[in-house]
């Protein structure tokens, strides 16, 4: 009889052993059932061993090994035990959101078909285009590394070329045998990747992984790069934990954007958790971005620096990058939120058959619905938020927990009939734009308009046939795309960000206005980005003037090292929600005084702070606070953790009562 040690879907930082009759050592990583109090569960063996600490008669015997499917292999064990001891997660949830749910379930998908569109692109023969010598030498030096691990940081500039060094480096690991992994920040940009790499590499077996996928179909892409039958598997940021026994490369595509943090559940960072993979299986990694995280820029830059940098500072096909101005809107008085210089450039592309881009980030038609008689704003009843206003389906709707509502005919609180909207979203601005160009054809895209990939693939090909004179967006506009006939982007509202609270507010917006101007003039047309602001001499604009991002991350990293931010301190939140913001912030301060008792021992010194309400303390009629703990040592941090949140899991609290740690948080 030997004993199994199985990692259960549970929120507690335990293994289970049970008895089995016809375990075997290599059944270590194969999923099981087992029996959990009166039901069954599916977990997976992480050990098979001959005693357990407990009592022989206390343990039940285990149910059916899954002997169907290969046994994950020892490295995706030592992954997933990685996240679970670095963000401070139980095991087998970690090894749950690892597996995709149809295997987590225990069941086995069909094997695939071939897809009719994947032979006729075998049947085409792929452009391949020239590098430039930047490229050339970018390839050159990861190839050197083929066997070895090493970071890179690819610093290019929109438009450099970027994928293609990609690609020249996953047809190089290819060509030895090896597997290569490529992830993208989003949903949106992984079937146009597909599409381009099937047609690269048509005798490649090319498999996607991500949320949006059917279960059967993420389940049996995971099966085929577990077996050794996927060549390159390209996914978002859960695709990390795709096992790939011949991995041969890393390349982690826009590696500064926020979507690659996990922001519920197992917290984790898939570009950090990529960057231990590669160490762990001697592989290169290559981070890409036109607007590197703080966090790797310093990496790369500083003496000795974790990271080496490669940059390509000329555009793969036009001269030179757009051309960004900034529009000065103190002394001038707006149309419908528009200057004059943003008004003519647009009617500047009518009349020359190209494409604009007016770029808000605010989706819905105004921020809030708001009554001027007594003072009544359109709250969310569930968060510290407003309704905002989407006229198109004459709703109120909360973007933070969907509550919806109509929209009133007066006001609630005093019976007003005239109630207006305040602020603007895409939807009013594309309202406001056909009034002022009745002739051009408007395309908004948003969450709203592009609900569906169905909608949004419909959408890109209506904007690539030129089917669209204006086009309004959001930032699912601002990634990745290349639109040959667009040379005007727009940019409205963007000040806020300027002066918001979060200390990563400034890198956020730099990035995210490079990458949206960056969709300007990437074929032969020349490209323009206007910026309306109140700001015009501020630092920001000015270095995006220049597309200097080393001149803004330097001023960036300056303030941060002042301030003792990261990436000069390392920080984890302790949060709390429950229907009583009391309740929280009692338990956090038990938790406080558990983690001052600890202070003294831990070398290095950890810092502790008072717990505190969230900025949006309330959401879906939960009340939320926060405790930050952070160290300029990574091991402190680390090591302190471990013992805290053991101790966490005795406190006591109310029944209605969740925490969970976030280690290297974005969002506070």
Not at 515 to 544: D, F, K, M, N
Request: hydrophobic share 45%.
């Amino acid at each position: 009889m030997s004993i199994l040690r199985v990692a259960i879907d549970i929120p507690l930082p335990r293994l289970f052993d049970y008895t089995s009759d016809d375990a075997l050592p290599h059944d270590v990583g194969r999923c099981v059932r087992v029996p959990f109090g009166s039901g069954e569960k599916l977990g997976v063996i992480v050990a098979v061993a001959q005693a357990s600490e407990h009592a022989a008669d206390k343990l039940r015997p285990a149910g059916e090994i899954l002997r169907g499917m290969s046994a994950l292999p020892g490295d995706w064990l030592a992954l997933a035990e990685f996240c679970s001891r670095y963000y401070q997660h139980p095991l087998g949830e970690v090894m749950a959101l690892a597996l995709p749910p149809y295997l987590r379930r225990g069941k086995l998908p069909a094997k695939r078909k071939t897809k009719p569109q994947l032979e006729a692109a075998i049947a085409a023969e792929p452009e391949v285009p020239e590098l430039h010598p930047e490229q050339a030498a970018a390839v050159v030096a990861v190839a050197a590394d083929f066997g070895h691990y090493a970071t890179f940081l690819l610093h290019g500039i929109t438009g450099s070329g970027k994928t293609e060094v990609y690609l020249r480096l996953i047809e190089q690991i290819l060509t030895q045998g090896r597997q290569a992994l490529m992830l993208v920040p989003e949903i949106a940009l992984t079937p146009q990747l597909e599409g381009r790499v099937a047609a690269r590499f048509p005798s490649a077996r090319v498999v996607s992984a991500h949320s949006g996928m059917a279960d059967a179909a993420r389940a049996r892409g995971f099966l085929e790069a577990l077996e050794g039958r996927a060549d390159i598997v390209l996914g978002t940021r859960l695709a990390v934990f795709t096992p790939l026994p011949r991995l041969g490369l890393i390349v982690v595509d826009e590696e500064h954007d926020g979507s690659f943090k996990q922001q519920e559940g197992l917290r984790y960072s898939a570009r950090d958790v990529a960057v231990w993979r590669a160490h762990q299986c001697s592989v290169p990694i290559v981070l890409g971005s036109a607007t590197p995280s703080l966090e790797t820029f310093h990496h790369a830059r500083r003496e000795g620096g974790r990271y080496k940098l490669l940059e390509l500072t000329q555009r793969a096909v036009a001269e030179a990058p757009p051309t960004v101005r900034c529009v000065d809107t103190r002394r001038e008085k707006l149309q419908d939120g528009m200057s004059a210089a943003l008004l003519t450039a647009i009617t500047t592309r009518l009349e020359r058959g190209e494409q604009s881009l007016i770029f808000l980030n605010r989706r819905g038609y105004a921020p809030v619905l708001a009554c001027p008689a007594c003072g009544w704003v359109s709250r969310c009843g569930r968060c510290a938020a407003n309704l905002v206003v989407h006229l198109a389906d004459k709703r109120l709707r909360c973007h933070h927990c969907g509550l919806e509502a109509a929209i009133p005919k007066n006001c609630p609180g005093c019976g007003n009939l005239d109630i207006h909207p305040f602020g603007r979203g895409t939807q009013r601005l594309e309202e406001n734009l056909a009034r002022h160009f009745p002739q051009a054809r408007l395309l908004r895209v948003d969450r709203d308009s592009a609900s569906t990939p169905a909608k949004w693939q419909a959408m890109l090909e209506t904007i690539h046939a030129g089917g669209a004179d204006i086009l309004v967006g959001t930032q699912m506009l601002a990634k990745g795309h290349d639109f040959p006939l667009l040379t005007l982007v727009g940019v409205v509202g963007a000040d806020a960000a300027l002066f918001a609270a979060d200390f990563r507010a400034p890198e956020r917006l730099f990035s995210q206005l490079m990458q949206v101007g960056g969709r300007s003039g990437r074929a032969q047309l020349a490209g323009e980005v206007l910026i309306q602001t109140e700001y015009p001499a501020h630092p920001l604009y000015q270095a995006l003037l220049t597309h200097d991002y080393a001149r803004f991350a330097a001023t960036q990293l300056d303030e941060r090292r002042a301030a003792g931010f990261p990436p000069f301190t390392f920080q984890a939140l302790l949060r709390a929600e429950a229907r009583q913001l009391d309740d929280s912030i009692a338990f956090l301060k038990t938790a406080a005084a558990a983690a001052r008792s600890l202070l003294p021992n831990v070398p290095n010194g950890v810092s502790l702070y008072d717990p505190v309400p969230m900025r949006m303390y309330r959401v879906m009629a939960l009340e939320r606070a926060q405790l930050l703990t952070e160290s300029v040592s990574r091991p402190a941090l680390q090591n302190f953790l471990t013992v805290w949140v053991a101790q966490l899991y005795q406190l006591k609290a109310p029944r209605d009562l969740r925490w969970h740690l976030d280690v290297d948080p974005l969002e506070f």
